[in-house]
């Protein structure tokens, strides 16, 4: 944060902040929660966030941004939606590379015959399978990796 205010990078330094302060959030909301359950003196150790709570954060400012891109473009408002694409490009830039597409359909195979799906009724057993799975081996987006089990389960058929 501190480079992108020496070079005066505004937008950067803004995103950067409220990153922080969702970071901040989702720190108080883990230290309140644990706050209940644990013994005090550990608290500020046990709150602290993993590598995986930081990056789901992340991913979900994310998230808000390309909401925010469909929400303007509807609105016609392009300026606010090219706002927002910058601001989603930082973001991207503090989180891991997403899976390749043929990776992803190359997991989501070894998922079903790990479940022994065969239809689509078995698409929540394969999804829970799924997702811790694909969270340690990176990112991808919810959407996409549904469709693509979607797809794989209706030609087993």
Do not use: C, H, W
């Not at 706002?83 to 997403?98: M, Q, T």
């Amino acid at each position: 944060m501190k480079e992108a205010q020496l070079k005066k990078e505004e937008l950067k330094v803004s995103v950067l902040r409220l990153a922080i302060a969702s970071l901040s959030n989702k720190e108080i909301e883990k230290r309140t929660r644990l706050s209940k359950s644990s013994p005090l003196e550990k608290l500020e150790e046990l709150s602290k966030l993993t590598e995986e709570e930081v990056i789901e954060t992340i991913n979900s400012e994310a998230k808000k941004r390309k909401e925010s891109i469909i929400s303007f473009r509807q609105g016609q408002r392009e300026e606010l939606a090219e706002k927002e694409e910058k601001e989603l490009i930082i973001l991207e830039g503090y989180l891991p590379k997403p899976i390749s597409e043929e990776e992803l359909k190359s997991i989501v195979k070894e998922t079903i015959s790990k479940t022994m799906a065969n239809s689509l009724t078995d698409l929540g057993k394969v999804m829970s399978q799924l997702m811790p799975e694909i969270k340690k081996r990176g990112r991808a987006d919810g959407n996409l990796v549904n469709k693509i089990v979607k797809e794989l389960l209706t030609s087993k058929k």
